[in-house]
């Protein structure tokens, strides 16, 4: 039976893994030519990856207004025609981005933007509703997301969206914005085995909200990745927030860091993105991880865990052991 999650105080149901539709955009480009993007795409493989993600049991899918500058939306709406009832569609707003250049053109946290993106976002989905609508400014002030509070509870009133939440890692921000918002009912925050955030964890605990981890396998590190990605994807020019890569190469700290708790995490057979994600499933049953998958072959080897369900107690506590005693010998280094 597959794993379900409910999405904190909205009562929406949805898988407990989701599929992150970021890479699935293409290639979009920063203001001064740096990769915002996962490189080329094939669209028609992308298509299958979704349709094979759905015959899994997955629900949710996550996708931005800006990844590959709507070329995402565009084709996950393509892929859901005649099964949106099948679907939980989130989406995000507050980075521009120009369709025909590809690029991105700066962030908008402005009420009218919100609406707007919306909009623009709902005709390249091709439904007339998103299941969840969620601010997509990581560090914006909490004061500036607290303007949008009246604007996103006017949009669930008019049925254009079920809920809405916050993509930002910062707890305190997070914790203000769903005090305000009624229907603000998931944080997507980075989390994954490597970076823990138990704060933003007490935060939804606190408010009843679900917890949609981005990054859930670090950017493909958990995936065993070793091989160099080339210079249109984000990891092969990789900004400053982006540790798991160096150069387009797997970072050698964190590399190490995942061959000391490889054992721990396949220790019942499964692979190691596998025990990631069955280690952020055992994590909180607030737990949503959106790994992101382009090929059919990665949505098999990802949702296969939602056959397998959380990594085993034991497993766990071992996992929290190693990394305690790694934590420990950094901080004596």
């Known amino acids: ?121 709902l005709r390249r989905l091709g439904t007339d509703h998103v299941d969840l609508y969620q601010l997509h400014i990581n560090d914006l002030p909490a004061s500036a997301a607290l303007d949008l509070v009246d604007t996103l509870e006017g949009l669930v009133t008019q049925g254009k969206i079920r809920a809405y939440g916050w993509s930002t890692d910062n707890p305190a921000s997070a914790r203000t914005f769903a005090e305000a918002g009624p229907h603000c009912t998931a944080i997507q925050h980075d989390e994954s085995v490597l970076k823990d955030n138990p704060e933003m964890f007490a935060v939804c605990d606190a408010l009843d909200l679900a917890s949609l981890n981005r990054g859930p396998l670090a950017m493909g590190l958990l995936t065993g990745a070793k091989r160099a990605v080339g210079a249109d994807d984000v990891r092969g020019v990789a900004p400053e927030w982006l540790v798991w890569f160096t150069d387009g190469r797997p970072t050698p700290e964190w590399s190490a860091r995942v061959a000391e708790i490889r054992e721990a995490l396949t220790v019942d057979g499964r692979t190691l993105a596998q025990g990631a994600l069955g280690w952020l499933l055992a994590r909180s049953p607030r737990t949503v991880p959106i790994p992101g998958c382009r090929t059919v072959a990665q949505a098999e080897e990802n949702y296969a865990t939602l056959a397998l369900g959380p990594l085993p107690d034991d497993a766990f506590s071992e996992v929290e052991r190693v990394l305690a005693d790694l934590r420990g010998a950094t901080a004596r280094s």
């Not at 490189?39 to 992308?46: K, L, M, N, R, T």
């Not at 049991?57 to 393509?78: I, K, M, P, Q």
């Not at 009832?85 to 009218?112: C, H, L, M, Q, Y």
Request: hydrophobic content about 35%; some cysteine; overall charge negative.
């Open 1 to 121: 039976m597959t794993m379900t999650r409910t999405l904190g105080r909205s009562g929406i149901e949805a898988s407990a893994l989701g599929m992150g539709c970021w890479a699935i955009g293409g290639p979009l480009w920063g203001e001064g030519g740096e990769p915002f993007g996962w490189g080329e795409v094939d669209d028609d493989e992308s298509t299958r990856t979704i349709h094979r993600a759905l015959d899994l049991g997955v629900t949710l899918f996550d996708t931005a207004s800006n990844y590959g500058a709507g070329h995402s939306e565009r084709v996950l709406g393509r892929a859901l025609a005649g099964r949106r009832d099948r679907a939980v569609i989130a989406t995000k707003f507050g980075n521009r981005s120009d369709e025909a250049t590809r690029r991105w053109t700066g962030t908008d946290a402005s009420p009218t933007y919100a609406v707007a993106s919306l909009e623009e976002s």
